[in-house]
């Protein structure tokens, strides 16, 4: 089969390599659809420390079951599936206290190779992640459901009301993913701060709001303008550098609650106003990855297409053009590309 290799950071080669073949409990997928993700950016950019090169990458995707290991019964050869690329083991302390997204072995287990015309999923993640998909879904969409979990996780900690004011900054994938799950709850005032004029309109046509240009200094200001001085009753940072973790705080309302839900680099680190954290009872979460409880919750978000899911990806690349569609992504008039094998 066809696999795009990261080889190091900058290169990537399409190889063949043989069709893998499924462990017992396990299938291989033949992946009709993958996503780009600013994981897999920036592991091409500059290297991750999850993904030691050479490797296969990419882990958002969907297509049908090619084979299947002994003793799968839920899904047969020619099955439409989507599925996630981890699982937690069940087993582990943070298993058993149902923080399934910090499990032990969840990172070290995780999938890659979607970036290629056959991927294969282990047992535990077909027992706990994987599920039909319905033809009505197409397979662009149902590759979603990854990232969106990871949303979904993420706002599970802060039940969102209808009357909230939320802002969300950052508009790549993730934002807009927190933006349309926000949509399907009801939220009416969402506001997004980023930059890009073509992402701001996708922004908004999944559901934003106002959309604002991300200027640091008159942020917090133009925030407080719009909701009667208070701030926002919910800030989700989605750009992962710490000076905007920092501003995020100053966005919050009295009683607010931040999420920082980009990651920073390693090693760095942030400062905070003590006084404004504990006398202005701010809360501030940092989800990290999903549970099953959140996949299932993803599926369901995408099966309602109470929104259009699909404006989330902007166009279609063949799978030998894996690295002009990340040159683009990284260009950044764009949110996700479809990569087809
Ligand atoms: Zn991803
Ligand atoms: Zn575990």
Redesign the pocket.
């Given at each position: 089969m066809r696999a795009n290799v990261l080889l190091e950071p900058g290169a990537i080669e399409m190889q063949r390599v043989p069709v893998p073949d499924p462990e017992p409990g396990g299938v291989v997928v033949k992946v009709l659809t993958a996503l780009t993700c600013g994981t897999d950016l920036k592991a091409f950019l500059r290297g991750h420390p999850k993904f030691p090169t050479p490797t296969l990458f990419g882990h958002e995707f969907a297509g049908v079951i090619a084979k299947v290991g002994a003793g799968v019964t839920r899904f047969r050869e020619g099955d439409a599936v989507m599925s996630t690329h981890s699982a937690?083991?069940?087993?582990?302390?943070?298993?058993r206290r149902g923080q399934?997204n910090l499990?032990?072995?969840?990172m070290p287990t995780m999938v890659l190779g979607a970036y290629a015309e056959y991927i294969r999923i282990p047992e535990r993640i077909v027992r706990q992640n994987m599920y039909p998909k319905p033809e009505a879904l197409p397979y662009r969409e149902a590759a979603l459901m990854e990232p969106l979990a990871c949303v979904v996780h993420g706002l599970e900690q802060v039940p969102a009301r209808e009357d909230d004011a939320v802002v969300i900054l950052g508009n790549g994938a993730i934002a807009l993913l927190h933006v349309a799950a926000l949509r399907t709850r009801g939220v009416a005032t969402i506001i997004v701060a980023g930059r890009r004029a073509y992402r701001q309109r996708v922004a908004r046509a999944v559901g934003a709001s106002h959309t604002l240009d991300f200027e640091a200094e008159t942020l917090p200001a133009r925030i407080r303008d719009l909701t009667d001085g208070r701030g926002a009753d919910l800030v989700i940072e989605c750009t992962g550098q710490p000076h905007i973790w920092e501003l995020s705080v100053q966005l919050a309302r009295r009683g607010g609650t931040v999420i920082f839900f980009g990651g920073c680099k390693r090693g760095t680190t942030i400062t905070l106003d003590t006084e404004r954290i504990h006398y202005d009872e701010i809360a501030l979460r940092s989800p990290f990855h999903m549970t099953p409880r959140a996949v299932r919750q993803a599926r369901q978000m995408l099966l309602e297409r109470r929104v259009d899911w699909g404006q989330l990806i902007t166009a279609d690349y063949p799978l030998e053009r894996l690295g002009d569609a990340l040159d683009q992504l990284q260009r950044g008039d764009c949110i996700k590309f479809a990569i087809l094998p």
């Open positions: 937690p083991c069940g087993a582990c302390y943070y298993c399934e499990c032990d072995t969840i």
